[in-house]
């Protein structure tokens, strides 16, 4: 299986970095990806994965977690401050906090619900303008503001543009980390996690390497 060829290749990166052993976490990402390919990551005990969409996962996730036990699952695509609600319920972690109105969505809904997830704030590394995420000269505001609500901020993610070297924006999302003493680094996808990795990446985020193509 693929996982096992995946969790291999990270082994290796995170020793050609010098890194300790296990100091990457995997987030096998299933959004759209047919059932029969999951269970199978499912059952060699993986326990990490990744989403895109709140409905999506709101569809597969509690059966599965009813059938495996504890699975921790992240979002890491766009959320509408409406759904923030159903998201908080049903993920463990959210790398897609990037902008003010969705921070204080969370700020409120942490009190009412008495948890709230771990949040990455989404750097805009390349500064495309459909993408999302803080522009990197407002990340340290944005992050500074974000922390003044009691959010839990632990780290940075970024997806850099498809047509540029990675590594010079795995670079710059590990230095806005650093300079605002936050541990967590989300960044690397199937083509490029190893570069990620070299960078300091803390969880990078496979999907079609691990399941096949989306359909
Ligand atoms: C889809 C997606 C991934 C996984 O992409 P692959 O190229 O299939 O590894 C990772 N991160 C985000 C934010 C995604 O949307």
């Known amino acids: 299986m693929s996982l096992t060829d995946i969790r291999a290749r990270i082994a290796a990166a995170e020793a050609a970095a010098q890194r300790p052993s296990g100091s990457v976490q995997l987030i096998a990402v299933s959004k759209e990806q047919p059932e029969d390919r999951v269970l199978p990551v499912l059952d060699a ?8 969409r709140v409905q999506e996962a709101a569809g597969k996730w509690p059966g599965w977690r009813d059938r495996f036990g504890d699975v921790a699952v992240h979002l890491l695509g766009p959320l509408q401050s409406n759904k923030a609600r159903q998201a908080m319920e049903l993920f463990q972690a959210i790398h897609s906090l990037d902008r003010p109105k969705l921070a204080q969505s969370f700020a409120r809904l942490a009190q009412e619900l008495g948890h709230c997830p771990d949040l990455f704030v989404q750097v805009n590394t390349g500064a495309e303008p459909q993408k999302a995420g803080v522009l990197p000269d407002d990340a340290d505001r944005f992050i500074k503001d974000a922390r003044a609500l009691d959010l839990p901020i632990v780290g940075v993610m970024c997806i850099p543009p498809v047509d540029e070297d990675p590594a010079a924006h795995f670079a710059q999302l590990a230095d806005i ?6 541990e967590s680094l989300s960044m690397g996808m199937s083509d490029d996690f190893e570069i990620a990795i070299a960078q300091g990446a803390t969880h990078v985020r496979v999907g079609s390497a691990i399941f096949g193509a989306r359909r």
């Open 177 to 182: 980390g650093a300079r605002n003493g936050l």
């Open 45 to 52: 005990g993986h326990r990490l994965f990744g989403e895109n």
